[in-house]
């Protein structure tokens, strides 16, 4: 199967934003609207800046 779940992370706000993606190990980082993140980078949370958006493809462990 090839199951995918992505998380879109959106901060609308003028202040920074931690997000935390509970009860998985870690995601993969897709895209940034910034674009100055390394793509491709593993992340078990992440600080979203002002105005700033985010992909992240959820990892599930019994697949990696």
Do not use: K
């Given at each position: 199967s090839s199951?995918?779940?992505i998380?879109?992370?959106?901060?609308f706000g003028p202040?920074?934003?931690?997000?935390i993606l509970?009860?998985?190990?870690?995601?993969r980082?897709?895209?940034s609207t910034h674009l100055d993140r390394e793509p491709d980078?593993?992340?078990s949370?992440?600080?979203?800046?002002?105005?700033?958006g985010c992909m992240v493809e959820l990892v599930d462990p019994l697949r990696e």
């Amino acid at each position: 199967s090839s199951d995918l779940t992505i998380v879109v992370a959106l901060n609308f706000g003028p202040h920074e934003r931690e997000i935390i993606l509970a009860d998985r190990n870690a995601g993969r980082l897709l895209l940034s609207t910034h674009l100055d993140r390394e793509p491709d980078a593993h992340v078990s949370s992440l600080i979203l800046r002002p105005y700033e958006g985010c992909m992240v493809e959820l990892v599930d462990p019994l697949r990696e």
